[in-house]
Nanobody, 122 residues
Framework: QVQLVESGGGLVQAGGSLRLSCVAS????????MGWFRQAPGKEREFVGG????????FYADSVKGRFTISRDNAKNSVYLQMNSLKPEDTAVYYC???????????????WGQGTQVTVSS
């Protein structure tokens, strides 16, 4: 397994942008597909975006498509989530996760970070 540490969360006004980062420890990062998830108070954890191990394929939830962009730099053991045009409903704790599987279900992830809070004010 890899250990994951997220950063970059904070408070932003609606319409603003944030860039989340997730750094992984270990030499196997480039073999994992990576995903970003979020969990708002009282709600289940949900998939936000994912990227294949090589970075050639990306996947997004409909709610963020066109506003969020996931990317990775395997040389830096890092995955990023650029979030633009943020809305109050994007407020949540954001987690990065690693998987060897082909599903973006939270139950299918092999490793999780501790999360970073994103708060979007109206």
């Amino acid at each position: 397994q890899v250990q994951l540490v997220e950063s970059g969360g904070g408070l932003v006004q609606a319409g603003g942008s944030l860039r989340l980062s997730c750094v992984a420890s270990g030499r196997t990062f480039s073999t994992y597909a990576m995903g970003w998830f979020r969990q708002a108070p009282g709600k289940e954890r949900e998939f936000v975006g994912g990227i294949s191990w090589g970075g050639g394929h990306t996947f997004y939830a409909d709610s963020v498509k066109g506003r969020f962009t996931i990317s990775r730099d395997n040389a830096k053991n890092s995955v990023y989530l650029q979030m633009n045009s943020l809305k109050p409903e994007d407020t949540a704790v954001y987690y990065c996760a690693a998987t060897y599987g082909s599903s973006w279900s939270p139950d299918g992830m092999d490793s999780w970070g501790q999360g970073t809070q994103v708060t979007v004010s109206s």
